[in-house]
């Protein structure tokens, strides 16, 4: 089993930054990866950015630039920090794994983006 719990999200300006939490209630090293997903209204889910084991990122071409991956193994916590944010990254933000064959999704955030 693996709970993911975010937070960070929140009501910003365009052109402004949040940063979202993803803690993790298994030790990252055990963790082969961690996702931030995002699903706006009407939309289907869509990956934004991964973390692997080994560091390694990945970033949905949208967001490249922009949002920022990292983790804190110390903390198993997995950050996603957003700068400029426009309006269309208005959506909700789940954290996502696979562990031992299985999904787990966080709750999500809600991270809207005023014009």
């Known amino acids: 089993q693996v709970q993911l719990v975010e937070s960070g999200g929140g009501l910003v300006q365009a052109g402004g930054s949040l940063t979202l939490s993803c803690a993790v209630s298994?030790?990252?090293?055990?963790?082969?990866?961690i996702s931030w997903y995002r699903q706006a209204p009407g939309n289907q889910r869509e990956s934004v950015a991964t973390?692997?084991?080994?560091?390694?990122?990945t970033y949905a071409s949208s967001v490249k630039g922009r949002f920022t991956i990292s983790k804190d193994n110390a903390e198993d916590t997995v950050y996603l920090q957003m700068t400029n944010l426009q309006p269309e990254d208005t959506a909700i933000y789940y954290c996502?794994?696979?562990?031992?064959?299985?999904?787990?999704w966080g709750q999500g955030t809600q991270v809207t983006v005023s014009s």
């Open positions: 973390i692997t084991y080994g560091g390694t990122t």
């Open positions: 996502y794994t696979n562990y031992e064959y299985r999904d787990y």
């Open positions: 298994r030790t990252l090293f055990s963790m082969r990866f």
